[in-house]
């Protein structure tokens, strides 16, 4: 059921985002899993790329704190290939360091989660060094 009807907006997806948040830190992650999509579904009719990747990646944790994996880096893989293709040519570190941490949490007692954590400090080691060099220039 919708939580709000109407005419869909940007904020109402941050809304509905941050009650799956809530909802997955009070461990209801059938009603995290079910706010998360209608937030992802709101993105969607509003195209909002980066709003659609966040989803995503919050779907991937959830499924990954219910253990179900597959479907955890299957949300992980869609978001993390839509950050890669809109930070291509900006500086995506941040949030790519972000993404990879979370999918590395989720995996923890899964092998590939060493290659996500390498992934993550690569990202938040290249964050340090441009914001570093930006203060020195």
């Known amino acids: ?21 809530l ?3 009070q461990k209801n992650y059938d009603k ?14 509003l195209k909002d790329q980066v709003g659609i990747a966040a989803s995503k990646i919050d ?3 959830t499924f ?8 955890a880096e299957q949300y992980f893989e869609e ?10 040519e900006v500086n995506p570190h941040r949030y790519l360091a972000n993404g990879y941490f979370k999918v ?9 989660s060493l290659g996500y954590i390498s992934e993550s400090l690569r990202f938040r080691n290249e964050i340090i060094f441009i914001t570093l060099k930006n203060h020195i220039d």
């Open 104 to 112: 590395a949490h989720v995996k923890e007692l899964n092998t590939f």
């Open 1 to 21: 059921r919708k939580i709000v009807s109407g005419s869909r907006s940007s904020n109402e997806a941050k809304v509905i985002h941050k009650l799956a948040r």
């Open 64 to 71: 990954g704190k219910i253990q179900d994996f597959e479907t």
């Open 79 to 88: 978001g993390m290939d839509i950050l890669r293709s809109i930070y291509s």
């Open 23 to 25: 909802c997955s830190q």
């Open 32 to 45: 995290s899993i079910a706010l998360h999509k209608e937030s992802l579904s709101i993105k969607e009719e």
């Open 59 to 61: 779907l991937g944790e």
